[in-house]
């Protein structure tokens, strides 16, 4: 008989309101799965593409980002960070890799119910899903990091260039 399958989430949870939020779901007495790991953050936004990559490919099948929403203290923080995601669900979805394995969503510092509701549905959703495909990952963040370097070269080579026509 084979072991159920069951969906390992990071939720990176922000210092200032949603890891509050979490901790407020047990202080409540409540619980959510064993199968949920809760990393406290400064900022999610910190946080390069590929990371969210690397970790599909080492065997995280689904990630919550919750965040402070507009209520961020770091100005414009949460404006760029939903722009990555919008661009990794993009790269994602052209890879072939399901959007539905990442969210990012804004969890208040008491916010107890939508927390465990969020987790729930990001484990119902990868219930459905099924494992990640830990292959096809590592491939989406290779090709990640390689746009990162060419990026990085480029904007070298402007100043060179830019000194050049002097």
């Given amino acids: 008989m084979s072991n159920p399958f069951v969906p390992k989430i990071l939720v990176l949870a922000t210092e200032k309101c949603a890891y509050p939020g979490a901790d407020a779901v047990g ?5 959510y799965p064993s ?6 953050v400064m900022s999610p936004v910190l946080f390069p593409e590929d990371f ?6 080492r065997g995280i099948d689904g990630i919550l980002i919750a965040a402070c929403g507009s209520d961020c203290p770091y100005h414009g923080a949460y404006d760029r960070l939903a722009a990555r995601i919008d661009q990794l669900t993009s790269r994602m979805n ?3 890799l399901e959007i539905e394995r990442i969210r990012l969503t804004a969890i208040c510092t008491v ?5 465990l ?3 729930a549905m990001m484990s119902d959703n990868l219930h ?13 963040r290779r090709a990640s990091v390689e746009r990162l370097q060419a990026s990085a070269r480029s904007r ?3 100043p060179a260039l830019q000194g050049g026509l002097r």
Avoid: M, T, W
């Fill in 117 to 119: 509701k969020e987790v």
């Fill in 35 to 40: 199968n949920v790991y809760i990393l406290r």
């Fill in 156 to 158: 070298e080579l402007v």
């Fill in 52 to 57: 969210f990559l690397r970790s599909y490919s």
């Fill in 27 to 31: 202080k409540a007495h409540q619980e």
């Fill in 94 to 96: 052209a890879g072939g």
């Fill in 128 to 140: 459905r899903l099924g494992p990640v495909d830990r292959q096809l990952a590592e491939q989406l």
């Fill in 111 to 115: 916010c107890i119910k939508a927390f």
